[in-house]
């Protein structure tokens, strides 16, 4: 069948341009009278599916809390580092005034912090939590970690983790009560159905030639026409994207 209007990947556009392509499709339409058109039914369709479009919203980027987050995990992790240096500087020092309690705290630092550096997240927060669980349940070594002077650092880390648990765990409550996006399903479902309405006007056309129905098919086409110049741009910065990438990788193996 020749194609009146043009034709246009409705599942390309993208997906906030989407919204505004199908309603204001179902606007032209809805101007030139979709029954006077032949084409009631399908366009009902359309309608029908309309208010799935609701659901296609500008999508969350770095949540609030993210900053905070990722400011307490390097200030933790720099305490990891201060508590390890020290660590290495009273196991290089074996100060006698101080050899009972390093038989206690070394073992103790060298269990909890050795390799804390390069874990993640989660395995990072198990050992702490771990640590400070010890650390609460035996006197002896509560003295001795005083005594050499790591409780100040063991204070300050307590209280930075205890606010990046906070945090991740406030993060988590209010991302999970978010919307969840469905977009490509939506875009999939009402794309059908627009569709189905370029070839219903495409159908009616040839069926009914005492009709006009060229205002209709040349607005539709300015319309779709626009949002393809969008689509052809994207595509092309894309794809430079990707060439310049390629091309920096290239250099820099050179």
Known sequence: MSKIITPISFTKVPKLEFRQLVNRT????????????????????????????????????KHELTPDIQNLRVKR??????????????SKAKLSSMQEELLIVLPFVNKYFKNILGDKTWKANERIEQMFAMLESD???????????LNVYLEELKTVDQKLQVSINNRISTSSKRPRMFTRTI??????????????????????????YMPVVNEIN?????FLVNIKS?????????????EGQTTSAA
């Open 139 to 149: 006197s002896a070594l509560k003295a001795a970690v005083t005594k050499v002077g």
């Open 234 to 246: 994207t595509a092309t910065r894309n794809k430079n994207s990707v060439k310049t990438a390629d």
């Open 77 to 90: 992790k720099d305490l990891f580092a201060s508590i390890i240096n020290m660590e290495k500087s009273m």
């Open 26 to 61: 179902i606007e032209v339409v809805a101007k030139y009278d979709p029954a006077a058109l032949y084409v009631e039914g399908i366009y009902n369709l359309l309608l029908e599916a309309q208010p799935q479009l609701s659901k296609l919203q500008v999508v969350y980027r």
């Open 222 to 226: 300015k319309l779709f026409k626009e």
């Open 187 to 212: 875009k999939t479902t009402v794309s059908v159905a627009m569709t189905d309405l370029v070839n219903a006007i495409e159908l009616a056309y040839k069926e009914h030639p005492e009709v006009d």
